[in-house]
């Protein structure tokens, strides 16, 4: 099955093209939404996510707090009871530990964890920023990751992961900086001392000072493009303005910002990170005594610095509010930003109201301010942050992601806005909301755990020990009312900053660093009256607060006759291949329901094609309410567009899943469209489907490999003109066929009995099914030609971007397991080779790459700095030198890659969702054993190095099957002597490669 490139959130945006005096689609926000999508579909993929160091981050992450009370103050250790709703066991033993030194640690022992996981955070950042040298924090955290006097060698710590199949990255924080990493357990001893050097004795090595500065300033430039940091820099700006702030400072730096020598970082180093001024959490299945004695020896000679307590001036809030900033982001972009700072009362960021407020927003229920927005068609969502500014003040910021209308009309979006916080401000909110957000909390925390020591160790300063677990999430904790009103009360038009795009807005500046034009003006007593809805306006808007969500479900564990870790085959419909398991082990009350529904009718031209990717798209708004109502308890649910078809994926109580099955099959089964939006839609895709080269060249890149492999295949000019050709009546037509000749199959796993199982399968039979003979559909992989075969793609994007795909000679379990181990073994070399010592880019990865049952690997970079020659070039070069490595890679390191590998295949995955995704996979691709990663464990026992290193050199050199996808961002040239000297290998079209390729046997 190969998931469509159309992802979830393009429909948000492609919905509704507008033509004449409406404008046009909005394609900027539908290429960055698209792109989040597939980076996110991306992540969750495991043939993708295989363990890569990345390169360390700097990230908007509003999670700075002082210290929560009842900290022991003095060194010595304590176990500690999380805090928890009652029913919920999660089986992990708590410790707190508090060095000599100061440094606080959290050890969480967890008997089921698949990898041990690390996380430290040091209260540093931006905010330190020495006024001269912008981005200081964020360069230290680089630099801190290459080397130490322990450990000189610049790439010793993540090679020693890749052993591991371990990763790491940081991030950098107005007030902290976070670095963490993930090992498998074996790993974690070793891994530790490691880690611990790097912040007892950083070499700071002058050899990389100017290389790293290069990738700070790579980073800046990949982010220049994007809107968010284009809105923040205007509201620093307005800020710095007013008062110099080291809240509005430029966090980022770059390499104009950075002209420093290895003594000033070495001094601002060693002046601000302070053991005390630390917290640390590790998790793994090891002992809570074998994780203190580690602890203890390798965190306890970090030192302790005298620093002097920074005083930080109080943010001037009359000068900032009520305010407006109208920026220039783009003719058809729409943003805006509302800000609302607010005194931090004591305990205020550590309360549950905050949670219970960002709820309350967020609901998707009719009535809620998000669904009201939706149907007026002014924006397609809103979130709300909430993070400290100085010790007096705290800054609310919700963010509105516009539509056209909205966009026009930013007041009247701000006026409902505002009359809906009136509305839960202006009487007592009922006690069953409360009820109902604790209940939800408490089910995502005891059920949908994702075992993050990142978020543990934001947690931890705030919370405490007994709450870094959990935070605000656990249910369990009383209603501060005080703390929820000050949040209500702060949301008011005389004390709020409003930033927002608009291209025909008079400008008369430009901010600094991401070159954004803008103009700022004070809004006074009249002005800001134009922002409050009178008494009539509010009849008209007709908010009112939403009734009780009807997806909540108390569902406990089902008990059942049977525990089938591996599915069984049942008879629940002769015309549907369905499987179902039932989980007890796992402890939860979710179930997973995965459906799919395909027929060849839907790829047998262009014109269907396209035609189906339009009903996918207009079936998921028209399902989009009950989605996101379902959404707000914690249901997951995704209806996709795929070869062939549709898949539907639901994840959450079986009550729950029912509910919303029933309404998704309905939809499907009766869809209907009225000709005005058909249209609508028809040209909104034809819009984005002409300016996909917009798209960032990660996404270009892959979609184009897909197209070249995976069969069948439509590329954006074939679904172009398929579109142009629909109509309503066609679509209705081929939909109509589409049915007929489904083939179903599904798989209903976890807390579900069977007869509960048999009757979802037999309501998609209901609602689906007809008497007509179903059709097979096939779909088929492109054997690659031996060779390497080059496709250049001429784009809008700024980035030079390079995808390299090594394909598998065949579908054996012991090629798909020699392509796991490797992929394990090149990922720290590939980023150290380009990134760290090659400086040619910022985003540099490797992977698995298996399309249906043909495993492969692919190596990618993108640079701001590198044209597609140079990084084509160094990409088989590192081949080459990789199978040197291997030459003289001694036997006990190739060993310790293997049995690494080995173990993490061996190992059994105790998430419900992980579990129930294999076991989906193994049905689609027909692997009814169950036992692939088994498999392959057992075929690597019997793999040496001169044998992996035959592999390797037949499968990456001499006997390639090679394609190299390459983006030419607008900032580069293609080398006219390169391209001439690589002719023979370039392709003109994926057509005409499909013709040098063939299909397997």
């Not at 005594?289 to 000679?301: Q, Y």
């Not at 009256?529 to 008209?540: D, G, L, M, Q, T």
């Not at 089902?558 to 002769?574: F, M, N, S, T, Y």
Request: net charge negative; aromatic share 10%.
């Amino acid at each position: 099955m190969k998931l469509s490139i159309f992802t979830p959130e393009m429909p948000e945006y492609a919905r509704r093209a507008r033509v004449g005096s409406c404008g046009l689609l909005n394609t900027r926000n539908l290429c960055r939404a698209l792109f989040r999508a597939v980076m996110c579909v991306i992540v969750a993929l495991p043939v993708l996510a295989a363990d890569i160091p990345m390169a360390p981050e700097s990230h908007p992450e509003p999670e700075s707090y002082p210290k929560a009370s009842g900290y022991p103050k003095e060194p010595g250790s304590r176990d500690v009871s999380p805090r928890l709703p009652a029913a919920c066991d999660t089986g992990k033993q708590l410790r707190e530990l508090v060095l000599p030194n100061g440094l606080m640690a959290l050890l969480v022992a967890d008997a089921g964890a698949d990898k041990a996981r690390v996380a430290l955070r040091v209260d540093v950042g931006s905010q330190q920023d020495p006024d001269e040298f912008p981005g200081m924090a964020h360069f230290v955290e680089h630099m801190l990751f290459l080397g130490s006097s322990e450990f000189p060698l610049a790439g010793a710590y993540n090679r020693y992961l890749s052993h591991y199949s371990g990763r790491s990255n940081a991030l950098t924080d107005y007030q902290h900086t976070i670095y963490h990493f993930s090992v498998l357990p074996e790993g974690l001893r070793g891994a530790l001392k490691r880690f611990s050097s790097q912040f007892k004795g950083p070499l700071f090595d002058e050899k990389y000072l100017d290389q790293e500065l290069s990738a700070v300033d790579s980073e800046y430039h990949y982010r220049s493009d994007f809107v968010y940091w284009q809105l923040i820099d205007v509201v620093n700006e307005v800020i710095q303005d007013r008062q110099k702030h080291p809240y509005a400072r430029f966090s980022m730096g770059n390499r104009n910002t950075l002209k420093v020598d290895r003594e000033t970082v070495m001094n601002w180093w060693e002046t601000h990170y302070s053991a005390d001024g630390m917290h640390l959490v590790v998790t793994g299945n090891h002992s809570l005594d074998e994780l203190e004695a580690w602890v203890k020896e390798d965190f306890s000679a970090i030192p302790v610095r005298k620093r002097s307590p920074q005083a930080l001036p109080v943010l001037d809030k009359s000068a900032l509010v009520p305010g407006l900033a109208n920026a220039h982001l783009g003719e058809h972009q729409w943003e805006m930003v509302l800000k609302f700072p607010l005194e931090n009362q004591a305990g205020l960021l550590g309360s549950p109201a905050v949670a219970y407020l960002k709820y309350l927003l967020g609901q998707s229920m009719p009535g809620s301010i998000e669904t009201h927005l939706r149907g007026y068609e002014y924006a397609n969502g809103l979130t709300l942050d909430v993070e400290p500014v100085d010790d007096a003040t705290v800054m609310m910021s919700v963010h509105f992601n516009l539509q056209y209308s909205g966009g026009r009309k930013y007041w009247d979006t701000i006026k409902r806005f505002l009359a809906y916080a009136d509305l839960l401000r202006e009487k007592p909110l009922e006690p069953w909301r409360w009820e109902e957000f604790n209940n939800v909390q408490a089910s995502r925390w005891c059920y949908d755990n994702d075992s993050s020591a990142l978020t543990w160790v934001k947690h931890y300063p705030r919370y405490g020990a007994e709450g870094a677990l959990t935070g605000a999430s656990a249910g369990v904790e009383p209603l501060d009312q005080a703390h929820l009103d000050a949040l209500l009360s702060a949301l008011r038009a005389d004390n709020m900053l409003i930033v927002r795009s608009d291209s025909e807005a008079s400008v008369d500046r430009r901010s600094p660093w991401f070159h954004t034009e803008f103009a700022f003006e004070p809004l006074d007593e009249g002005d800001v009256r134009n922002y409050v809805a009178s008494a009539e306006e509010r009849k008209r808007f007709y908010l009112y607060r939403p009734n009780r969500n009807p997806f909540v479900s108390d569902q406990k564990v089902v008990g059942a006759d049977e525990d089938l870790v591996a599915p069984v085959r049942i008879q629940a419909h002769p015309a549907i291949e369905a499987w179902y398991g039932h989980r007890e082990d796992l402890r939860s009350p979710l179930s997973r329901y995965y459906l799919l529904l395909t027929s060849p009718v839907a790829e047998e031209n262009q014109k269907n094609a396209a035609q189906m990717t339009l009903m996918h798209a207009m079936l998921r708004e028209q399902l989009s309410q009950d989605r996101a109502a379902a959404g707000d308890i914690g249901v997951k649910s995704d209806i996709a567009r795929i070869t062939n078809g549709l898949q539907i994926s639901l994840l959450g109580p079986a009550n729950a899943l029912e509910t919303l099955l029933e309404r998704m099959l309905g939809r499907v089964a009766e869809f209907r469209v009225r000709d005005r939006d058909f249209r609508s839609w028809q040209y909104g895709w034809m819009e984005w489907l002409k300016s996909s080269e917009e798209l960032d060249g990660h996404f270009q890149a892959s979609d184009r490999l897909s197209a070249l492999v995976w069969q069948p295949d439509w590329d954006n000019g074939d679904l172009l003109r398929g579109m142009r050709a629909a109509t309503r009546e066609t679509m209705g037509g081929m939909l109509e066929d589409w049915r007929r000749s489904l083939t179903v199959k599904s798989l209903a796993y976890g807390n579900v009995g069977r007869k509960q199982a048999n009757h979802w399968n037999h309501l998609v039979a209901e609602k689906l099914l007809t008497d007509s003979e179903p059709r097979i559909s096939h779909e088929f992989v492109t054997q690659v030609p031996k060779g390497i075969h080059r496709l250049i793609l001429e784009t809008d994007y700024s980035d030079s971007f390079a995808l390299n795909y090594i394909q598998g000679h065949n579908e054996s379990v012991s090629e798909h397991a020699q392509f796991q181990l490797l992929s394990q073994m090149v990922s720290s070399e590939f980023f150290h080779s380009l990134r760290t010592e090659g400086q040619l880019g910022y985003s540099i990865g490797t992977g698995v790459q298996q399309f249906l049952n043909r495993p492969g690997l692919t190596l990618q970079i993108q640079s701001p700095y590198s044209s597609v020659n140079r990084l084509d070039a160094a990409i088989e070069q590192f081949k080459k030198d990789f199978l040197v490595a291997l030459y003289n890679m001694p036997e006990t390191e190739f060993g310790k890659h293997r049995d690494s590998q080995i173990r993490q295949l061996q190992r059994k995955p105790k998430d419900l969702d992980v579990q129930s995704y294999r076991m989906w996979e193994a049905i689609r691709l027909g692997h009814h054993d169950f036992d692939r990663s088994a498999e392959m464990a057992r075929a690597l026992e019997s793999v040496n190095k001169e044998g992996f290193k035959n592999w390797y050199n037949q499968r990456f050199l001499t006997g390639a099957r090679n394609v190299s996808v390459l983006v030419e961002g607008q900032r580069h040239e293609v080398d006219g002597y390169w391209r001439d000297s690589v002719s023979a290998t370039l392709l003109d079209s994926v057509r005409d490669f499909h013709k040098l390729g063939n299909r397997p046997e």
